[in-house]
């Protein structure tokens, strides 16, 4: 039987990613901290397409929750591993406790690379698929931990992709700009009507589109493509320029 793990999918886009492999009758495995959402998605999963749907519940800048997380995963066949627990920081390095600024560290870094240094053995075939954000790419003077963070999975994704090519996995970093999602939350609403924001399904229907390619760095949207290309290739000067002009979102 074979099992999809979906870090992170209480809502958003790792919420659609489980809707989206329930349908193809890919069995999963579920994390997230509000245990009742998950109870909820659990159960329309199951009655939907009648699927093994498996939840952890914690919070994962605690080690043992990755461990459990290991441990359920490590007994199935996973033929998806998708990394995508993720949370948003607007805070510079200085605002924030050191204590926050290492758990984003843990959430983001240590759970990803724990999972994919003891899961990725046992995995004979299949996809991992890294959620970073559209943003690593982009020259910010705020959210410093997000973007550093994130730029981390960029990178180390891309390595992954050359490490594991010989394998039968394939390694896709997922990138996308703004998308419309709990992540969000705390956001005012003259923030959401400034930018462009993606629905989730169509961040996935793109990305499930794109898994049989080579493509490692996946950016779903034109406007967002645009804008990764522009700063792949703009000048020091004029990203210089643009840091110093930068106001806070
Ligand atoms: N939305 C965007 O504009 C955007 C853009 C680029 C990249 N991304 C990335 O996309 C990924 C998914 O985010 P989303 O937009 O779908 O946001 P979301 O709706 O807020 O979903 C985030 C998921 O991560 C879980 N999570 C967050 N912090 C956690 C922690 N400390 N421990 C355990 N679970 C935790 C949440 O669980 P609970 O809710 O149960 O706590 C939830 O299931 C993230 O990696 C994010 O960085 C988002």
């Known amino acids: 039987m074979e099992y999809a793990l979906i870090t992170g999918a209480t809502s958003g886009i790792g919420k659609e990613f489980a809707f989206a492999l329930g349908e193809k009758g890919i069995n999963l495995i ?4 509000r245990k009742d959402k998950l109870e ?17 519940i914690g919070e994962f800048s605690d080690l043992e929750v ?4 290991l441990n359920i995963a490590k007994e199935k066949k996973i033929m998806y591993l998708i990394n995508n627990v993720g949370y948003g920081n607007k805070l510079k390095f200085f605002e924030e406790t050191f ?10 870094i240590e759970s990803l690379l724990k999972i994919i240094y003891f899961l990725v053995p046992t995995m004979t075939n299949g996809y991992i698929i ?5 943003a690593s790419f982009l020259p910010t ?15 180390f994704t891309r390595c992954l992709s050359y490490e594991l090519k010989d394998k039968n996995i394939k390694v896709k970093c997922l990138c996308p700009g703004f998308v419309e999602t709990d992540f969000h939350r705390e956001m005012d609403v003259s923030f959401k009507s400034k930018y462009t924001f993606m629905k989730p399904k169509k ?36 990203t210089d320029y643009i840091l110093s002009n930068q106001s806070k979102l």
């Open 40 to 56: 909820e998605i659990r159960k329309n999963l199951e009655n939907k397409y009648g699927i093994l749907v498996q939840l952890v």
């Open 66 to 69: 990755i461990d459990e997380v």
């Open 203 to 238: 961040v996935i229907k793109y990305t499930m589109k794109n898994l049989e390619n080579n493509k490692v760095i996946l950016i779903p949207g034109v406007l967002n493509k645009v804008v990764y290309l522009f700063f792949k290739i703009a000048p020091s000067i004029l």
């Open 99 to 108: 204590e926050e600024n290492l758990k984003m560290v843990n959430v983001h």
């Open 130 to 134: 890294n959620v970073s954000s559209l």
């Open 141 to 155: 003077k705020y959210n410093h931990m997000y973007v550093s963070t994130k730029i981390f999975i960029s990178n």
């Open 30 to 33: 579920l994390t997230g901290r």
